[in-house]
């Protein structure tokens, strides 16, 4: 089995046409990649997948921010529409609300600007919004919990300071929030990475998009689905390591174990 | 999400159970078929007049379901229908969850070398594009540059984008790329001529905006059924049964009753294969 492996890595040569022979060799037809217009749109969509990941995240992470400031604000005014924005975000399907935006709302949108011409949103804003509030609603949920976490003395003691509402907020609530909310918030983050492959619905081209469409064409499900499931575990990998890192480098001493998950 | 995961769940399937790439499979389907009592059909049900859902009846109908009936009848078996999409079709076939495919599927050069196909084809067709009316767009090559809405898997893709130039967007099903047209999102939706004129004629009000921009039909093909690689039994036996239903006039007959609009190769077929 070594044998036949060696053989095969060192014969194959590092071409298009020895990697789509050496793919063969197991089994798997790769001959797609001779096609300029399919390849090109199989590498524009590992790109795309990952501009759409690097935009979300930062808009998940400042909406939940947002979210969680106002759940656990005194008045009702911030309080209740932050949690009826939460339930209603998080009880219906991602899918489901991204179909309805961009399909309907968008179509609205477009009736009311006087023609789709003018309607600055495209599929790829909606995709952005959906998912990136659909995050938030959690993210949100992950920082309350941290931010009631935060012992009342400290609080307190904040207070005594001089410290007003939004100050302790900022000083006090959440950075401790953050570092306790941390393994849920990456927790939330690799669900977001998985949730943008609902863009491949509404035809924004990142790779589960591309994927489909070769697939359907060439009838290749298999060979692209292992190329898609190792893509995302690895960037998901990737990123529950930057979570671990941020756990130990946050650390508060004396709260929490001391050697951190790892 | 649900196409996506049934063809994920699908090929994961295939995957475990190591059928990579359309194993051979024992020439077992017509004997299976027989033995079982019943053919099951994979069927498109993307809407008139190939296959549809009748609003009130709630039962399957179109063009696809009458020959897949009438194939059943000449098997001298029951027919049960499975529905499949474009992105799980091919893996249903594959793994024997279905006998054979009737599933707006083309005969391309690709497939062919992966499945296999009954030789008579039922039918043949291109893609025309519907877009606004008063739109620039008068033929194919002025789509060049222009956005374009179709159905994931359409076999037009490439010819779009490769010779025409044009930007292709792919939806999910057809309802979803002719909603992304009225949403402004593109500026023609392409599909097979056979449903958007159907469509036209069923919702004349919705669609008073729109008019087909094609005098042509783009990349006309053969529709064909597709069985597993390999099963020849199968593959003849439909053969004789689909000679038999052009040669009688069966398949025009249906054409018409489903609102089919009967072109050349449905009367040439006719002639050549009469008297069988």
């Known amino acids: ?262 | 999400m649900n196409l996506f995961r049934l063809a994920a769940a699908a090929s994961l399937a295939a995957l475990m159970s190591g059928a990579i790439a359309g194993a051979a499979q024992a020439d077992a389907t017509l004997d299976r078929i027989k033995q079982r009592g019943s053919l099951v059909a994979g069927v498109i049900l993307s809407g008139a007049p190939f296959g549809y859902i009748d609003a009130k009846s709630q039962e399957q109908k179109g063009f696809n379901i009458d020959l897949a009936t009438e194939l059943a009848r000449g098997l001298g078996v029951k027919l049960e229908t499975v529905t499949v999409t474009p992105p799980n079709r091919v893996q249903f076939l594959q793994q024997g969850k279905v006998d054979l495919l009737i599933a707006n599927m083309s005969w391309t050069e690709e497939r062919a070398e992966m499945l296999d196909f009954v030789p008579t084809a039922f039918e043949r067709s291109g893609g025309i594009a519907l877009g606004r009316k008063g739109t620039p767009v008068k033929d194919w090559p002025d789509l060049k540059g222009k956005t374009v809405c179709l159905s994931q898997g359409a076999n037009f893709t490439k010819p779009l984008a490769e010779e025409i130039g044009a930007k292709i967007k792919g939806f999910p099903s057809q309802p979803d790329s002719l909603l992304a047209l009225k949403g402004g999102q593109c500026d023609a939706a392409v599909h097979t001529g056979a449903t958007l004129r159907v469509m036209l004629l069923d919702h004349p009000e919705d669609w008073k905006d729109y008019e087909i921009l094609t005098p042509t039909d783009l990349l006309p093909s053969l529709n064909v059924i597709w069985v597993r690689k390999g099963e020849t039994d199968a593959r003849e036996a439909l053969d004789g049964i689909m000679r038999r239903l052009h040669g009688s006039g069966w398949i025009i007959d249906a054409a018409e009753r489903n609102r089919l609009a009967v072109t050349p190769y449905f009367l040439e077929t006719r002639d050549a294969n009469k008297g069988r």
């Open chain 1, 1 to 262: 089995m070594a044998d036949t492996l060696l053989a095969h890595i060192t014969l194959a040569p590092l071409t298009l046409d020895g990697v789509i022979a050496f793919a063969k060799g197991y089994g798997l037809n790769f001959s797609f990649l001779k096609s300029a217009y399919e390849r090109d749109m199989w590498l524009e969509g590992f790109r795309t997948t990952l501009v759409l990941i690097a935009v979300t995240i930062p808009v998940s992470l400042a909406g939940g921010i947002l979210l969680a400031g106002c759940l656990t604000a005194k008045s009702r005014l911030l309080s209740l529409p932050a949690r009826l924005f939460v339930e209603l975000t998080r009880n219906t399907p991602t899918l489901v609300q991204l179909v309805c935006a961009f399909l309907g709302l968008n179509m609205l949108i477009s009736d009311a600007l006087g023609g789709a011409g003018r309607n600055p949103f495209g599929a790829f804003f909606w995709v952005v919004t959906v998912v990136g509030l659909h995050g938030a609603a959690y993210h949100a949920e992950a920082l309350r919990a941290g931010i009631e976490a935060v012992p009342d003395t400290m609080r307190e003691a904040a207070r005594s300071l001089g410290f007003g509402r939004l100050e302790i907020l900022r000083w006090v609530e959440l950075p401790m929030a953050l570092r306790i909310a941390l393994p849920a918030i990456f927790n939330n983050l690799v669900n977001i990475v998985k949730l943008t492959t609902v863009a491949s619905a509404v035809a924004v081209g990142e790779i589960t998009y591309a994927s489909i469409m070769i697939w359907t064409q060439r009838d290749i499900v298999v060979e692209l689905m292992i190329v898609l499931l190792l893509f995302f575990s690895a960037i998901n990998l990737a990123l529950s390591q930057v979570g671990f890192w941020l756990e130990r480098r946050l650390r508060t001493p004396g709260l929490g174990p001391a050697g951190l998950g790892l």
